[in-house]
C-alpha cells in the first residue's frame, strides 16, 4: 500500500482562538462496510504516514482510519501555529466526529489507537470524552504520559512556562527534539522511511510553553483521575534512554521517553490494562525494525481480537 490508497475527509469546526479550524480524517480504500475499525491517532510532529500499518489491519479485516489532528499535517492551516493547544480537550471535537462516521458506516467495535502524545489523548478522551462509548478498546503505542525529565528540571520548566505564557501566550522553546530520533526514521539516513519533513521536522515544531503546560496537566488528570472503563493495551520498547550522539543502539530503544513512566501511569488508567513490552522496539513501535513491528502487530492483533467483539 501507498499513502494513494487513501482517501482524506476535512471535517470542519468552529473557529478557535487562531481563527478556522479543520482536521482531516484518512480512511483506506480498502476499508469493507460493516467490519470492526481501527482509529489512529499520531503523536507530537507528527502525521499519518504509515501505509504498512493500515494494511496490517486490513489483512486481519479490520477497517482502517487515520486522524490528523487539527494544527497537524494536512490540517495545518497557513495562520496556525503547528502543533498548538491550550488544553487536550480541543481535539475530543475531531475524534467524537469521526467516532461517530466510523460508527454510523459500520455499527460495530471501534478499537482507538493513539501513539506518543496520541496516546494520552486517547486515553484522556476514553475519561472524559462525549462519545467513548463507542471506543471498544484503547491501544497505546508508547503513550507519553510523563516528561522525560527529572523532577527538578520539570518543575523548573514549568514554572517558567506558565509565568512566561501568561504574557506571552505563543512563547516557545525552538528545535526542542533531538535530530538522532527523526534520522533513525529515515531512509536518507538510518531508516527506512519517507514522510513529509514540513509536517514533521528534523528538531520538531517549537514546543509552545502553553501546549506543554496542557500535557502536563492531561498527563496528571490521566494520574489521579483515570477509570477507563474499556480494555487497554499498554505498548512500550523494553530499553529505553537518552543518547547525546549517534549510536546504533538508537535503532532499539525508546530515545524519546521512559519506559518507566509508562508502566508507572499505565497501571493507573483502569481496571482492564495489559502491557506489552517489545523487544529491540524503538519510541514508535511500529516504525521498529521489519522483524520488530511485525512481532508487535501480531501480538496486538491477537489480543485485539480476543477484546473487540
Known sequence: MTLKDFTKQTLEFPDDYEGKVTATLIRSIRNEKGRKSVL??????????????????????????????????????????PNYCRDISEYYGEITKSLEIIHKENNTGIAVLGHSTGGLTASMYANFGERNDLVSALILNSPF???????????????FAKVISTLLPYANKTKPLSKLYNRSLLKS????????????????????????????????????????????????????????KWTTEILYMDMVLNIEHIKETGNKLGKKVTFLPVENAIHDIFLSKKEVREKAFTEMTNWLNKTVK
Do not use: C
Open 40 to 81: 489512529y491517532i499520531h503523536g507530537f510532529n507528527d502525521y499519518f504516514f504509515h501505509p504498512h500499518l493500515a494494511e496490517g489491519f486490513l489483512s486481519n479485516n479490520y477497517n482502517f482510519f487515520a486522524l490528523d489532528l487539527r494544527k497537524y499535517g494536512r490540517s495545518l492551516l497557513p495562520h496556525q501555529h
Open 145 to 159: 504520559f510523563e516528561f522525560n525529565l527529572s523532577e527538578t528540571e520539570k518543575m523548573i520548566n514549568l514554572f
Open 189 to 244: 539516513h538510518y531508516g527506512e522511511w519517507t514522510f513529509n519533513e514540513a509536517w514533521k521536522p528534523e528538531r520538531g515544531f517549537p514546543a509552545y510553553f502553553k501546549w506543554a503546560i496542557a500535557i502536563d496537566e492531561a498527563q496528571k488528570k490521566i494520574r489521579t483521575q483515570s477509570d477507563i472503563f474499556q480494555p487497554v493495551l499498554v505498548m512500550h520498547a523494553q530499553k529505553s534512554g537518552r543518547p547525546k
